[in-house]
């Protein structure tokens, strides 16, 4: 049976995700100084800040004062990144790769949001034809930006009943599956596995 264009493209994405994925397993990860983790953080920040097209590059901190089972969490304000430092000390970097993915996914969507909102403004809410062509090329998916922003800085639940429905986490949490398919071959946590089909046709191409 021929294998079509799109197939083999996605073929190509896939194999260079597992490349990437590898450096974060066990068998890898384990044997890692603590300056080469670091080494390897930055490269996969590098990747995934330009597979999600970031212009404005987050920082990223470690911390011991997070939550308990909070691994990770963005601050849209200073646009930073902060990390559980237990993380660094497992045996694989499975979990920590994968919420810096769902972390950057959150400035991802910022970056959509301060884009959307600074054309509004410019343009008297997409009034020329030409914001509204810029407005595309900002938003070429025609993401939900406005409703992220909204959610990001006005109406966030960090925790308990409607943290899983809000906009942010949702779609955070379903690039995060997709994520984990792609680097390492399964669906990493239980509860977004639900997820993945609905939002799979959406992210598969990143």
């Known amino acids: 049976m021929s294998t079509s264009l799109w197939d083999q493209v996605i073929k190509i994405k896939q194999e260079k995700l597992r490349s990437v994925g590898d450096k974060f397993k066990k068998r890898n990860w384990g044997r890692l100084s603590t300056d080469e983790k670091s080494n390897q953080i930055n490269a996969f920040m590098d990747f995934m800040i330009k597979e999600l097209n970031i212009t404005n590059r987050p920082t990223l901190s470690f911390s011991t004062s997070l939550e308990k089972d909070v691994a990770g969490e963005y601050d849209p304000h200073r646009n930073k990144i902060i990390i559980a430092k237990p993380l660094l000390c497992k045996k694989s970097g499975k979990e920590l790769a994968l919420t810096i993915g769902h ?104």
């Open 103 to 206: 972390e950057l996914r959150h400035a991802y969507q910022r970056q959509l949001y301060r884009n959307s909102e600074g054309l509004k403004i410019a343009s008297g809410m997409y009034t020329t034809a030409e914001n509204r062509i810029l407005y595309y090329i900002n938003n070429p998916k025609g993401e939900p930006a406005t409703e992220w922003g909204r959610n990001m800085f006005i109406s966030y639940i960090s925790e308990g009943p409607g943290y899983w429905e809000q906009p942010i986490e949702e779609d955070a949490h379903a690039y995060e599956a997709i994520l984990s398919e792609m680097l390492f071959g399964q669906n990493y946590r239980k509860e977004i596995n639900k997820k993945l089909k609905k939002f799979r046709n959406k992210y598969l191409k990143f």
